[in-house]
């Protein structure tokens, strides 16, 4: 699944977090915010963990095909 870029900005925003802390508190690779910014796909169980992180689900996070 391919990450609006904007959608999680906005969403780190709101919870007054920065793209960094999200994927900190998400447990994932710091590198996966250089792949999210490429438009590179993530696997769903990485998705599901920042969702978590951020406090929304899944598809509040992904580009609309």
Do not use: H, W, Y
Not at 12 to 21: D, H, I, P, R
Not at 33 to 55: C, D, E, F, N
Request: with cysteine; proline share 5%.
């Amino acid at each position: 699944m391919q990450v609006d870029v904007n959608k999680l900005f906005l969403r780190c925003a709101e919870l007054e977090m920065t793209e960094s802390e999200a994927l900190a508190k998400a447990g994932v690779s710091p590198d996966l915010l250089s792949r999210i910014r490429k438009g590179s796909r993530i696997q769903a169980p990485t998705l599901a963990k920042l969702a978590k992180a951020l406090k929304c689900r899944p598809i509040d996070l992904v580009v609309m095909e």
